[in-house]
């Protein structure tokens, strides 16, 4: 039993090796996938709450409409310069957007920005969900906010 179940732990664990993230192979080498939209949201205690943070949209990029592929993400060429334009906007308690918040600010990509394709980054309109004021966008390889709120 423990000959035949040894060699089978080993070929389970060597595929999971071989699965970890990195680079996703739909995106080419020269390429990333960039969010067109997120929202930043952090737990609150332990009760099971969340405390919604605002949400960024990318509006522009070198004074052009984005073209979001169906996923949500925009394709960008790696080593290249972009200028972005993004919107954001706060929620209420309950996630619903709050129109009068509305804030836009310029995020600039430099040509090492992207130093490698076949990656999916987020844009996040700031480090953390709670106590932020204004737009401040933020580039990051998660969906989850960079700091956490204490």
Same mark, same amino acid.
């Given at each position: 039993? +423990?000959?035949? %179940?040894?060699p089978?732990?080993?070929?389970?664990?060597? =595929?999971?090796?071989?699965?970890?993230?990195?680079?996703?192979?739909d +995106?080419?080498? #020269? =390429?990333v996938?960039?969010?067109?939209q997120?929202?930043?949201?952090e737990?609150?205690?332990?009760? #099971?709450?969340?405390?919604? @943070?605002?949400? %960024?949209?990318?509006?522009?990029?070198?004074? #052009?409409?984005?073209?979001? !592929?169906?996923?949500?993400?925009?394709? %960008?060429?790696?080593?290249?310069?972009?200028?972005?334009?993004?919107?954001?906007?706060?929620?209420?308690?309950?996630? !619903?957007?709050?129109?009068?918040?509305?804030?836009?600010?310029?995020?600039?990509?430099?040509?090492?920005?992207?130093?490698?394709?076949?990656?999916?980054?987020?844009?996040?309109?700031?480090?953390?969900?709670? @106590?932020?004021? @204004?737009?401040?966008?933020? %580039?990051?390889?998660?969906?989850?906010?960079?700091?956490?709120?204490?």
């Amino acid at each position: 039993m +423990i000959r035949t %179940l040894a060699p089978l732990l080993i070929a389970v664990s060597l =595929t999971a090796c071989q699965s970890l993230p990195g680079v996703d192979p739909d +995106i080419g080498d #020269n =390429t990333v996938l960039l969010s067109a939209q997120h929202c930043l949201e952090e737990p609150v205690g332990d009760n #099971n709450r969340i405390h919604y @943070g605002p949400c %960024l949209k990318i509006t522009e990029i070198n004074g #052009n409409k984005p073209a979001v !592929r169906d996923d949500g993400f925009i394709a %960008l060429p790696v080593g290249q310069p972009f200028t972005i334009e993004t919107a954001c906007v706060y929620r209420l308690a309950d996630g !619903r957007p709050i129109p009068a918040t509305v804030e836009t600010a310029t995020f600039p990509v430099r040509a090492d920005t992207f130093s490698r394709g076949g990656r999916r980054w987020y844009l996040h309109a700031h480090r953390q969900a709670r @106590g932020v004021i @204004g737009c401040s966008p933020t %580039l990051a390889p998660s969906v989850y906010p960079l700091e956490k709120t204490d």
